[in-house]
């Protein structure tokens, strides 16, 4: 799954709309509408993602033994 697939099935889950999504972000919703066709997000634009929506986003890489760095 994408991050906009991701971004998108995340609003559906909070019964947000993507525009309002944008607002909350600030943005536009048509400079956020590029950015979901771009998949260009940053870890920083993920985390207010996930801020502005109540949620938490967590990124990590996962060895083969389990560990997360």
């Known amino acids: 799954m994408t991050i906009s697939e991701q971004i998108k099935v995340l609003c559906v889950r909070e019964n947000i709309s993507l525009a309002e999504l944008a607002r909350r972000l600030g943005k536009s919703p048509q400079s956020f509408n590029s950015k979901m066709k ?5 870890v920083d634009d993920l985390e207010k993602i996930a801020s ?9 890489f996962v060895l083969r033994n389990g560990d997360k760095i």
């Open 52 to 60: 502005v929506t109540g949620a938490s986003f967590e990124r990590n």
């Open 38 to 42: 771009r998949e260009s997000f940053t």
